[in-house]
């Protein structure tokens, strides 16, 4: 009798335990629910297993910590009725799901794959209706992937060992992240300053038998000249300060308009990515980590083990007619019927290659406020989590309206021989809309807000002013910052580089192999990471070139979509990166890399110590070397975060990072 029953069970089998647990809540007792911890089969970690001579055939192993999952899942799937494969709904899963079928032989007449991209009742039962078969194109766009970054890695690492030193590593994407950094601070390096002047007039309308109020024109122009108005130095600053100090002022132009701004759509993983390292200041990793978290699922009070935002690894910013409706209703009972747009907002797609079958990062309820669940989660999920929730909120709700007045001011010189044309600008809020909730952060270039300019008195047209004082300010040119986390996502997924769900991964093993790393939060590139850029520049330009990469990324996307076999992109990438490799293994000298002088003093013998990487990191060294042999370790700067590990590695394998891993008790 109980062969029987468990005959009647039905095997579902995930990724991770978290989402086990999870589904195990709402499944029921007639499914036993297991985990793969990610992936079961990979390339071997010690050899190429990659067959270059026919067909760029892979060799797959079981590796050893993976072989009593995959003999459990057997064991399960030989007492079941039917085996339901519900990993992650990306290439990544279903490739995990098609290894599956592979290592543990299962029987495919009884498999079923599911898709689901939220961990809740109704999402899940409804995956469970509809089953398909493994989607093979998608498999291949992750072989594709995988085999095409082995051949890069395996191939170019052992020759940076041979020539530059040991323990280092290329990577498809990974490189051109690094060229990035390096182009970047080359551009800082050799910047030139170019001096440039401001000047300002404060200005009144006059006493009115109260203090005056004062507001500030900026010189625009000079009226009838052409040309951009350029205040190249003092000397020309100071005659035109001279000329306004004896001008008489008078409004020429007032224009006033009502400006609508809108909200920015719901998180896709690039800019969860970004908005996080705007506002708190979190890693890509930090980030990816606590978001699977909360994708997975944690538990809630009375709710139990539930998920709590949609699958984080996305491009698409669709969200569903009923997470939409969802949230305008909760909207109109919280804020008020003004909050609502006329119409539901949808957002066009923008990332090139998006799948749209996914959907935004969005909160799987949009009642489960952040203060009514936050007692339940770390305080990295809690930070989260609200970011998420008030992003989707925000961005079903009516725009924020601001009046704003442009003025133009004609200041005539006491010759009369020349005007000189002023602007002053402000704007005031008239409808906060979307506002109230959520504000997007803004990088270095996107410092300036309409709602952040000044109230200006009333000004009608011919009114006459009077002059306060002018101010001069002189100003320098600045280089182009470095970059940050959000700023180097920004300009990968720009780019076409990678894809969102890499990002986090290959910034981490930039740091981890002494490529670069972080100064006040910006990406400062090592003399190691120069080092390697410029022999990989040399002799492997097309692989570090960054259209190249794009243009691999959506060969990829057709692979995935039917249009193009993954042997035949494999075969067009191979045949010109074998003839770099050849030319640079005859031609690459060994490169020395510079030793990076510090203030320090050995301990021992007093002479000065340098920076040295090796096969563990970054080290002080006595320059007394061999006859002084003292080092020192150097301190981690905390900014950086985990190691870069494999996405599905980390988020399966025996968790590194700590901070906010554990839960509240």
């Known amino acids: 009798m109980i062969e029987e029953r468990n005959m009647t069970k ?12 999870t589904l195990g809540k709402i499944m029921g007792k007639q499914y036993t629910i297991k985990a793969s911890m990610g992936h079961v089969r990979d390339l071997p970690q010690k050899v190429l297993g990659v067959d270059v001579d026919n067909g760029f055939t892979p060799e797959y192993v ?10 459990e899942i057997r064991q399960a799937a030989g007492s079941a009725t039917d085996i339901y494969l519900a990993t992650d709904p990306d290439r990544e899963g279903e490739a995990i799901s098609w290894h599956l079928i592979e290592a543990a032989k299962l029987r495919q007449t009884r498999i079923h794959r599911v898709v689901f991209h939220e961990i809740t009742e109704q999402a899940i039962k409804d995956a469970f209706k509809h089953p398909r078969k493994i989607n093979m194109d998608l498999v291949n766009a992750q072989q594709a992937r995988r085999i095409m970054d082995r051949l890069v890695g395996y191939k170019i690492s052992p020759l940076l060992w041979r020539k530059v030193r040991a323990r280092l590593s290329a990577g498809r994407v990974q490189s051109v992240a690094l060229r990035m950094i390096v182009e970047r601070e080359e551009e800082i390096r050799q910047f030139v300053p170019q001096e440039y002047w401001s000047i300002e007039s404060e200005l009144t309308k006059g006493a009115d038998g109260k203090k005056p109020k004062t507001f500030r024109a900026k010189l625009a122009a000079i009226q009838g000249d052409q040309q951009k108005l350029e205040i190249p130095n003092e000397t020309r600053a100071i005659a035109i300060v001279d000329d306004l100090k004896e001008a008489s002022y008078a409004v020429s132009q007032v224009k006033q308009r009502r400006v609508s701004r809108q909200p920015s759509p719901p998180f896709i993983t690039s800019t969860l990515q970004q908005e996080a390292w705007r506002k708190l200041r979190f890693t890509g990793q930090r980030t990816m980590a606590v978001a699977q978290e909360l994708y997975e699922g944690l538990p809630i009070g009375n709710e139990g083990q539930v ?31 003004e909050f609502l747009p006329p119409h539901p907002r949808v957002f066009a797609k923008k990332v090139k290659g998006a799948q749209e079958a996914h959907e935004a990062i969005r909160p799987t309820r949009m009642d489960r406020e952040p203060q009514l669940i936050k007692e339940h989660l770390t305080p990295d999920q809690a930070k989260l989590y609200r970011l998420v929730w008030e992003r989707m909120m925000a961005s079903q709700m009516a725009a924020a309206q601001f009046d704003t007045t442009s003025i133009d001011i004609s200041a ?10 002023l602007r002053a600008s402000g704007s005031v809020p008239h409808f906060l809309g979307f506002l109230v909730l959520y504000s997007e952060g803004k990088d270095d270039a996107e410092a300036t807000d309409e709602d952040g300019k000044p109230r200006l008195p009333h000004l009608t047209k011919g009114e006459g002013l009077q002059l306060i004082q002018v101010i001069p300010g002189q100003h320098f040119t600045e280089p182009p910052p470095r970059y940050n986390e959000a700023t180097l996502v920004k300009a990968l997924e720009e780019q076409g580089i990678g894809r969102p769900s890499t990002y986090a991964p290959i910034i981490g093993t930039l740091r981890r192999r002494g490529y670069v790393e972080t100064n006040e939060g910006r990406f400062l590139p090592l003399e190691l990471g120069i080092t390697v850029n410029t022999a990989l520049v040399a002799y492997f330009p097309k692989i570090v070139d960054a259209s190249f990469t794009a243009q691999m990324e959506e060969e990829l996307d057709q692979i995935a979509g039917g249009q193009r076999t993954w042997e035949g992109a494999i075969k067009d990438f191979y045949q010109p990166f074998s003839e770099m490799l050849e030319r640079a293994s005859t031609e690459m000298v060994k490169i020395k890399v510079p030793d990076e002088p510090t203030d320090e003093v050995c301990a021992q013998c007093g002479k000065p110590m340098v920076i040295r990487s090796g096969r563990f990191g ?29 996405s599905k590695n980390f988020r399966y394998g025996r968790r590194r990072w700590t901070k906010g891993a554990r839960r509240k008790k």
């Open 412 to 421: 005539v010189t006491k010759s009369g021989d020349k005007t000189y044309v």
């Open 618 to 646: 970054r080290f002080l060294a006595c320059t007394g070397f061999p006859k002084c042999r003292y080092t020192k370790k150097i301190a981690v700067n905390s900014e950086e975060g985990s190691d870069g590990q494999s």
């Open 10 to 21: 039905k095997l579902v089998v995930v990724e991770s335990p978290a989402k086990a647990r």
């Open 62 to 71: 079981i590796p050893n910590n993976k072989k009593p999952v995959v003999k």
């Open 307 to 337: 998920g709590l935002i949609t699958y984080m690894r996305t491009d698409s910013t669709r969200v569903t007619e009923s997470a939409v409706a969802e949230a305008r209703t909760f909207i109109a009972d919280k804020y008020g019927a």
